[in-house]
């Protein structure tokens, strides 16, 4: 299921009205998920909603095999429709179904020539050249600098924004390509123009510039952090008293207990 996300709240990215968009889509693509499943159980069949915050499956490559967009350089689906607005949910079920095709929309020669998406990341996240990653070749995305911008500035989604498939539709860009051999809006600021708060606005050929410090995220397991927090305050005070010392070990308990999790996953 993809359900396309407001065209204008898109086009304010980023910022808190986009991402009332995107998370007001997801909010009603999955109530209508919710509803088909229990139409499709209602039939006497088997069927569960995975949204993409699950990890349940590899979403986008299930969507383009089933034709209904193609991956885009800056790593979400194209669809023809609406471009990298798709908010996508899945359905896995035991009912038999009959299984579309990949379809070639022209998007990924389209993007090799575009690259809007490539060069505009605030964070330079998106490498330039296509590798192969887990089974698909893609514009790879550096995660250490995509997830720090995306969770400082409202969700980034610059790459959503500038992709001029999103911004202009694909009939009109894929036509102005094919009589001009180039590409729609690029260069100007009315596709590739944003910005970020407390940094300003950054026009075609311009980018923000961020400090080592803007792009440390944390890596480990909450225990290590627990220990490292406990470390430094025995550095700090050289001892700990045992109120302390027990709301450490109960703290450490409860974690354990909770199961160990990644902060970086």
């Not at 499709?40 to 699950?54: E, F, K, M, T, W």
């Not at 803007?214 to 909450?222: N, V």
């Amino acid at each position: 299921m993809a359900l396309e996300q407001d065209y204008w709240q898109t086009q304010t990215i980023p910022s808190l009205e986009a991402e009332f968009a995107h998370f007001g889509t997801y909010e009603i693509a999955g109530a209508l998920a919710l509803d088909l499943a229990e139409h499709i159980r209602s039939l006497g069949y088997h069927a569960q909603v995975h949204s993409p915050n699950d990890n349940s499956g590899a979403f986008i490559p299930l969507f383009v095999e089933a034709g209904l967009g193609q991956l885009g350089a800056n790593g979400q689906l194209l669809s023809p429709h609406f471009g990298s607005r798709a908010r996508l949910m899945l359905i896995t079920t035991d009912a038999p179904v009959v299984h579309d095709e990949p379809v070639d929309y022209g998007i990924n020669k389209f993007c090799e020539e575009c690259q809007v998406c490539v060069v505009r990341c605030p964070a330079r996240a998106l490498l330039r050249e296509k590798v192969w990653y887990r089974g698909v070749k893609k514009n790879k995305l550096v995660y250490d600098r995509c997830r720090p911008v995306m969770v400082t500035y409202e969700g980034c989604a610059v790459c959503m924004k500038v992709c001029p498939v999103q911004r202009y539709g694909m009939k009109p860009v894929m036509e102005h390509y094919i009589e001009t051999s180039e590409i729609l809006g690029k260069g100007t600021p009315n596709l590739e123009g944003y910005e970020l708060r407390g940094k300003g606005y950054f026009g075609p050929g311009k980018l923000p510039h961020f400090t080592r410090e803007e792009f440390e995220i944390p890596h480990g397991t909450k225990e290590e952090h627990l220990l490292q927090q406990f470390k430094e305050k025995l550095e700090k005070n050289g001892t700990t008293d045992a109120e302390e010392a027990l709301e450490f070990a109960n703290e450490l308990k409860r974690i354990v207990e909770a199961g160990v999790s990644r902060t970086d996953e």
